[in-house]
């Protein structure tokens, strides 16, 4: 089998950093945030963070940060939002530099997007997206400030979510699909909740992403993607049915997705890579135990041992 170019894959990462002056010039430039979060990740998976500059990722970030909301943007200048926002916190969390964050302010900015019906807006515009719940509930959990929230309504409304397939949408009565299953069980794991599922019925679902090349995809009828290796397989190990899957297979499905010459991942064969997926592939391995890696954490997205020190401080 194909093994992991780990090497390759670091020099991938550090050279769409190195393409403009600071760190990670994406096409997409509203989703910088994210990207910084993809790349930097898998870099810390790969047991390589130490290679970026530190002090540099941390003071574009704060420069991202709007004072007067209390949330982060996507880049310098953009509006705040909870999905930029959680990805700050957590690249925060992973350069362990929580401390310069204003706790306060931050969690103010995701409380007040909390609605009555307990559901999350994503932004000050108000669409409503399990999504949203899970930024927020990870967000204020890294920041050990779920008290600002109510989590009785905001658990109720993803349970509303819940599908008689076993799965989760978007909204209520939405259709099933992982990405948004991945959102509502690490919601329902951070916080205590996952007795609101059917963990054989939404296993079966989960399970049954596989397909014939050994890749998993997001909804019936779809084409298997790497990164659905990490939406499903993150899912299925939070409710312990992760033995449903074939492992050896999904981990030669990802192996095939690498450019062995250049570096990163795609999200199937000979498709052209990207950060994102390179992420997920890493991450999906890095799930599946394959030697090497450091363990991340299905629920938070980051590697155990980042998770460990937000919840136990030296
Ligand atoms: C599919 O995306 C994925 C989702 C709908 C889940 C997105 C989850 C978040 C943004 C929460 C933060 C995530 C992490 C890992 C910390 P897609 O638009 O590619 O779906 P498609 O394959 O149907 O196009
Ligand atoms: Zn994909």
Known sequence: MEELKVDKHIQYILSIEKEKDSFMALTMEHLRMNGAYWGLTTLDILQNIATVDQNEVISWIMSCWDEESGGFAGNVGHDPHLLYTLSAVQILALLNRLDILNVDMVSKYVSGLQNVDGSFSGDVWGEVDT?????????????????????????????????????????????????QIFCCVGALSITGSLHHIDKDLLGWWLCERQCSD????????????????????????????????????????????????NGGISDRPDDAVDVYHTYFGVAGLSLMEYPGLKTIDPAYALPVDVVNRFFFPE
């Not at 890294?142 to 949408?169: E, H, P």
């Not at 899912?235 to 062995?260: A, E, G, P, Y």
């Open 214 to 261: 050994g890749g998993l995809c997001g909804r019936p009828e779809k084409l298997s993607d790497v990164c659905y290796s990490w939406w499903v397989l993150s899912s299925l190990i939070m409710i312990d049915r992760v033995h449903w899957i074939d492992k050896n297979k999904l981990t030669k499905f990802i192996l095939n997705c690498q450019d062995c010459e």
């Open 131 to 179: 999504r949203f719940s899970y930024c927020a509930i990870c967000c204020l959990s890294i920041l050990r400030s779920l008290d600002k929230i109510n989590v009785a309504k905001a658990v109720d409304y993803i349970v509303s979510c819940k599908n008689l397939d076993g799965g989760f949408g978007c909204t209520p009565g939405g259709e099933s699909h992982a990405g």
